[in-house]
């Protein structure tokens, strides 16, 4: 069992405040968690965006413009609103898809507390090549093979794995090799004690004033 088991909400507090929303972060952090994970995507004209599916009113989003999203009366967050949350928690800042390596490097290497992380590995492999100052993770969503052995490969200090596939053998194998486990997306008390237990830094959940509340009773009663 971990000494620190961190709450991070997913895309803020969505069951609460629409994801992805400066409401939704700040009510994460009103609750007591540690941070909170957010999307980012890169528009056609080079514009950051805060925006989790691949397409809107199908149309890929990545081949739309600013003033597409505006014509579509979604909100969506440019990064430098995120700025203001810069310090006040961990961000744990996951690029969508690749070419987002220039920008990252541009406008958020000095922002404190972050974590940038990918399912496209090869973000986080180039991101690794070229030492940028912040951490970086691999997310996932089922099994790879020799998995610590990869993730150290690529230069991922973080790990950020479907739930359903963690094991302590797992974590144990992970935190040998330096590598912080936060699961995605458990949201029940029974699913974080599970995870808890074996031994993961924390988790991303979609009710984080929840579990930053299952945390304290947790604490309270050992």
Not at 89 to 117: H, Q, Y
């Amino acid at each position: 069992m971990t000494e620190t088991f961190w709450i991070y909400g997913h895309r803020g507090t969505p069951r609460r405040f629409q994801e992805n929303t400066v409401e939704s972060f700040e009510e994460a952090l009103r609750c007591g968690a540690d941070g909170f994970e957010t999307d980012l995507r890169l528009l056609s004209d080079g514009t950051a965006v805060l925006f989790h599916d691949d397409e809107l009113h199908d149309r890929d989003v990545e081949s739309l413009s600013t003033a597409d999203i505006r014509s579509y009366d979604v909100r969506v967050d440019p990064l430098r609103e995120l700025a203001q949350f810069a310090g006040r928690g961990t961000m744990i800042l996951e690029v969508k898809r690749s070419k987002w390596e220039d920008i990252l490097c541009s406008e958020i290497s000095s922002w404190p507390a972050i974590v940038v992380a990918s399912f496209d590995h090869r973000t986080i492999a180039e991101l690794s090549k070229r030492n940028v100052a912040f951490p970086i993770g691999l997310t996932i969503s089922g099994y790879i093979v020799d998995l610590p052995e990869y993730a150290e490969r690529l230069g991922a200090t973080w790990l950020f794995p479907n739930f359903h596939y963690v094991s302590a053998e797992l974590v144990d194998s992970l935190h040998e090799r330096g590598i912080k486990v936060v699961p995605w997306t458990a949201n029940l008390p029974i699913q974080w004690a599970r995870l808890r237990d074996a031994g993961c830094d924390g988790v991303i959940t979609d009710d984080p004033c929840e579990a930053v509340e299952w945390r304290r009773k947790s604490a309270g009663s050992e």
